[in-house]
């Protein structure tokens, strides 16, 4: 079962019974699961018609490109160093974004200027970047949905109080741009007001899309314009994914509603209470994070949702693979895979002929690659764990925008099924009150 009219490729077969033994599903609580959906696709349908969830629109716009140009454009313009500061949704996406570029990982980019995403609070690690660039041709954006966020709040003071160390007071808007939603009745909010007060350039936050699902609006489409990638692809992608829901397609049809079903049936009928996410890409590395965040903040309610796990390939096959293949039955795996035979160096057979590695002989990275990945996937299969699998020919703009689309919709569908709010997150608040707290009463 496989859904092929998409930039990826999701099959599930290696989740039933009938291939992996008696800790997969069954077909009819598969199908029970499935049907199940239904009312959510409905839902869906329905919102999409009337314009009442705006993340379902976001695909079809492109009224927005012109001003990220813009703002990019004023970002990029005789820089050296550009920090990104937020945290959550309003920096994960952007990661995965990066990351196709290289970005983020070991890959040697040659790129200008140096993007630097600071997206955690690690006082070392700014004060070092912060130290290491030159405040002249450094330029700095702030994301904040809310515009009331601490983190990046604070981030963006530090570089203030940096730029006007270096001598730059009166030159400040020219280092800064906000994106943050706009005033509410007239009021801004204290992120925006900030950059009001001191000329900052500002890009609107969609005040009806949250954080963690607004990777394909500016959040995310104003890092792609800085990397250079190709906005409209993104949104061509997710638009692949949203056609079978809007064209009136069965729930077999909807990509993440098949998602959605094995995903909930594995946990209900054989308890997976924990789902592994393991890419064969490292530049899928971020998206997998950001999906973790997307899962857990959105379904993990009234004693509903599994707990994500990250992992990346090869390397925690060496870490990992031990306790999922010998360890409790408590597991849905999700891998990823990409094109990659043939792809990258090459090893000689005339250096590899008697040294006990013959068989590495004319192959490629990308071919051990490939060959460990699908190793993986029939290990786990034959040791009857369930594991769905998503093919990804070519990892571009397109494919990452389906990639978010159908996560997106996977986890809405999965909370309204459940009976949860997907679009909240009321546990996360008591921690930021007592942050705050315990600020106030620092000495």
């Known amino acids: 079962m496989s859904l092929t009219s998409l930039p990826y490729t999701q ?24 049907d199940a959906t239904r009312p959510a696709l409905k839902w869906l349908n329905d919102a999409h018609t009337n314009d009442t969830l705006a993340i379902l629109r976001v695909p079809a716009r492109r009224d927005d490109f012109a001003r990220v140009r813009e703002v990019a454009e004023f970002l990029l313009k005789d820089t050296t160093d550009l920090f990104v500061f937020g945290i959550g949704g309003s920096s994960l996406g952007a990661q995965a974004v990066a990351q196709l570029t290289g970005w983020g990982t070991q890959a040697i980019a040659k790129q200008a200027p140096r993007i630097h995403i600071i997206d955690n609070l690690d006082a070392w690690v700014l004060q070092s970047a912060l130290a290491a660039v030159d405040m002249r041709t450094t330029r700095f954006l702030v994301v904040s949905k809310s515009g009331g966020t601490v983190e990046p709040a604070l981030q963006m003071f530090a570089a203030m109080s940096a730029i006007e160390a270096a001598g730059g007071a009166k030159y400040m808007k020219h280092h800064f741009a906000v994106l943050t939603e706009p005033a ?71 990509a993440p509603a098949v998602g959605a079903a094995v995903s909930i049936a594995l946990q209900r009928e054989r308890g997976a209470n924990l789902s592994v996410f393991m890419a064969y890409a490292d530049r899928l590395d971020r998206f997998i994070a950001w999906h973790s965040q997307l899962w857990a903040e959105s379904l993990g309610k009234q004693g509903h949702g599994t707990t994500p796990v990250r992992a990346l390939g090869p390397v925690d096959q060496h870490s990992q693979l031990q306790l999922y293949l010998d360890g409790p039955r408590d597991k849905m795996f999700t891998v990823f895979r990409t094109d990659t035979a043939g792809e990258g160096p090459r090893a000689m057979s005339a250096f590899t002929k008697g040294t006990g590695f013959e068989s590495l002989g004319e192959r490629s990275i990308g071919d051990l690659a490939d060959a460990e990945a699908r190793a993986t996937i029939d290990t786990l299969a034959r040791n009857g764990r369930p594991v769905r699998t998503f093919m990804v020919p070519q990892l571009n703009e397109r494919a990452l925008g389906a990639l978010f689309m159908h996560f997106m919709l996977e986890t809405i569908i999965a909370g309204k099924v459940l009976g949860v709010d997907p679009f909240d997150q009321p546990a996360v608040e008591e921690g930021k009150i007592l942050a705050r707290q315990y600020l106030a009463e620092m000495s």
């Open 11 to 34: 099959s599930i077969e290696a989740c039933f019974d009938d291939r992996i033994g008696a800790t997969g599903l069954s077909r009819a609580a598969y199908d029970a699961a499935l």
């Open 184 to 254: 509410k009745d007239g009021k801004p909010n204290p992120l925006r007001a900030v950059a009001e007060q001191h000329g900052f350039q500002t890009l609107e936050h969609d005040p009806r899309v949250g954080g963690r699902y607004a990777v394909l609006t500016n959040v995310g489409l104003l890092p792609a314009q800085l990397f250079g990638l190709d906005m409209e692809a993104f949104r061509l992608g997710a638009a692949d994914v949203m056609a079978p829901l809007i064209g009136g397609g069965s729930a077999a049809d909807v």
